[in-house]
C-alpha cells in the first residue's frame, strides 16, 4: 500500500503518522508539502494533527485553501481513501470534504489525555478490523474538537451511517459524542483523536493499531 502524509505550516504528528504508516505498511510514506499542487500515485493520503497556520481566523480555515488541497478533493472523488486525523479533520471540514465543523471544546481549554472511542460503523476501509461497539483506548490533544452540525446535516449524517466513533466520555461538547465521521462513501475518514499515538506498548495503548492495519488489508 503506497501512501502520503500533507504536511502544512503548524503540522506536528506527521512523524507520529510517518511511523505508524511505515510499521504497518513496511513502506516509507511520501512526505508532500502544501504548496506543492501534485501527488503522488498512492492508495492514502493523510493529514496529520497540529496546528496549520498557527491555527489563525479558524482552525483548518487557511490549511483548506492550501494549493495541494484541490489535488485532495480531486483524488477523493476517485476513490482515493483520505484520512484526517485532529487538526486533519478540521481541515477536511473546512475545504467540504467532510460535513460540518470543530468549534472551540465546551470548557474553552486544551485537553490532552486518554479516552475511550467506541466504534460505530465498521463498513469501512478504515474499520473493517473492528467490532461494531468495539472499545479503543487512544489519545486526544486539542483546543477545537467540539463537533458541530447543523440539525438537518446531523440528521443526514446519522441517517446515512456516516460516523464512525463515538466518545463514551465526552471530552470537548461534541454533538452526539462524535469522535470521526464519514462521507457519504466512506473514502474519506476525519477524526479527532490520535490513534497513531496508540499503536506500540510504549504509547500506553496497542488500540490504535487496528485502523492502520484495517486500511492496509483493504488497499494492499
Not at 490533544?141 to 441517517?159: K, Q, T
Amino acid at each position: 500500500m503506497r501512501s502520503a502524509i500533507v504536511v502544512f505550516p503548524g503540522s506536528n504528528r506527521e512523524r507520529d503518522a510517518a511511523l505508524a504508516l511505515e510499521r504497518a505498511t513496511g513502506r516509507k510514506p511520501h512526505i508532500v508539502w502544501h504548496g506543492d499542487s501534485t501527488l503522488p500515485d498512492v492508495d492514502l493520503i493523510l493529514l496529520p494533527g497540529g496546528f496549520s497556520y498557527g491555527d489563525y481566523l479558524r482552525t483548518g480555515a487557511m490549511a483548506a485553501y492550501a494549493p495541494i488541497m484541490n489535488e485532495i478533493k480531486a483524488r477523493a472523488a476517485k476513490g482515493v481513501r483520505v484520512w484526517g486525523i485532529c487538526n486533519g479533520f478540521q481541515i477536511l471540514c473546512e475545504s467540504g470534504l467532510l460535513p460540518g465543523i470543530l468549534l472551540r471544546n465546551k470548557g474553552l481549554k486544551f485537553i490532552c489525555k486518554p479516552v475511550t472511542l467506541n466504534v460505530e460503523n465498521t463498513d469501512s476501509d478504515f474499520t473493517r478490523l473492528c467490532r461494531k461497539g468495539q472499545d479503543l483506548r487512544v489519545v486526544v490533544a486539542h483546543g477545537d474538537g467540539n463537533y458541530f452540525a447543523e440539525a438537518n446535516a446531523l440528521a443526514r449524517i446519522e441517517g446515512e451511517g456516516q460516523v464512525a466513533f463515538r466518545y463514551r466520555e465526552n471530552p470537548n461538547g461534541s454533538v452526539n459524542d462524535i469522535a470521526g465521521i464519514f462521507n457519504k462513501e466512506r473514502n474519506v475518514l476525519g477524526m479527532m483523536p490520535h490513534p497513531e499515538d496508540a499503536v506500540e506498548p510504549l504509547h500506553g495503548s496497542t488500540d490504535g493499531k487496528i485502523l492502520f492495519d484495517s486500511i492496509v488489508q483493504a488497499l494492499a
